[in-house]
């Protein structure tokens, strides 16, 4: 290190400790009082190891019965969500007054809850695959779906995490989807609410709000937005319908904008790529963008040479 550097290296650090003092949610101090983020995304793959026994073995042990698998896992599982919920159950508001004891026994009555819910995200996610399966004809099998596609894996996060989000446990389900957000460009809140047969394809791009509302058999491309018409309102909107619904069998296709929470897409209806809609659509509707005029400048082609 140069010596102006280390000169003044003292100076700053005392700057930098000094403006720690400033009280703001930037200068909290206290690292252990907080869900660990890393040992929350540790619980995905985990997950993904009881949902998908098949796909997501841990190739470091020879597993010879499934029963010890899964037992082993549920309990890391329980375990660790556990620890993690005492945590993040300081951050409710309503649960500010409650005792380390009460926290305690609220968060593995919560811990409980979840993991008896594994059966149904199971079922769930198995509709899911199939809607993948049967509307993607470049899908090479329900093996590839599980193992490699994004938006599975997006579905099956927010599917734990939606669990989570209806059981009041604050922080952890946003991490939850975050980190799957992260990975594959797809953002669904853990508050939305997703009905069986959900079908993600290619998916980067895709926002769902927290007050969404989707059907079965719903169909959503690349970069479609289920979003709210404003937030102007700030912290007043919180627990108010801000984000529309999706009735059974609809499509969306790419780039597609639908806002609102007064905003209801009827069965049956087809969204066409980059609508904008803020206002409801009846059942079996099809609605699309007008074809605009093309204009090509020059003459180095026919004009049979593009057809469109």
């Given amino acids: ?179 799957a957000h992260s990975k594959t460009g797809i953002d669904i809140n853990p508050g939305a609410t997703i009905g069986k047969y959900f079908f993600i394809d290619h998916g980067t791009g895709i926002v769902v709000g927290e007050t969404t509302e989707i059907g079965e058999h719903v169909k959503v491309y690349q970069g479609v937005t289920l979003g709210a018409l404003s937030t102007r309102g700030g912290r007043i909107l919180v627990n108010k319908k801000r984000h529309p619904t999706i009735a059974d069998n609809v499509t969306i296709y790419s780039g597609a904008s639908i806002l609102g929470g007064d905003t209801v897409i009827g069965e049956n209806a087809v969204i066409g790529g980059n609508v904008f809609l803020t206002h409801s659509v009846p059942a079996n509707a099809k609605v699309y963008v007008k074809n605009r005029e093309l204009n090509f400048d020059g003459d180095f082609f026919g004009p049979d040479d593009y057809v469109i």
């Avoid at 042990?61 to 899964?70: A, G, K, L, P, W």
């Avoid at 896992?73 to 969500?81: I, K, M, P, R, S």
Wanted: proline fraction near 4%.
């Fill in 1 to 179: 290190m140069g010596e102006k550097i280390a000169d003044v290296m003292q100076e700053i650090t005392e700057g930098i400790l000094k403006d720690f003092e400033k009280g703001r949610a930037i200068d909290k101090m206290e690292v252990f009082s907080q869900p660990d983020r890393e040992v929350v995304i540790g619980l995905i793959r985990k997950l993904h190891r009881i949902v998908f026994p098949g796909y997501f073995i841990d190739r470091t042990y020879r597993i010879y019965n499934v029963s010890t698998m899964v037992s082993a896992l549920t309990e890391d599982v329980a375990f660790n969500l556990n620890r993690q919920m005492q945590l993040a159950l300081r951050f409710d508001p309503d649960l500010a007054q409650k005792s380390d004891a009460e926290l305690a026994e609220l968060a593995e009555d919560k811990t409980v809850r979840f993991m008896r819910e594994i059966p149904t995200i199971r079922e769930y996610l198995d509709t899911d695959v199939e809607a993948l399966f049967q509307g993607d004809p470049a899908a090479e099998s329900k093996d590839a779906i599980i193992i490699s596609y994004p938006g599975l894996y997006a579905i099956s996060v927010q599917r734990f995490a939606h669990v989570l989000y209806q059981l009041h446990v604050p922080i952890i389900p946003r991490i939850l989807t975050e980190h």
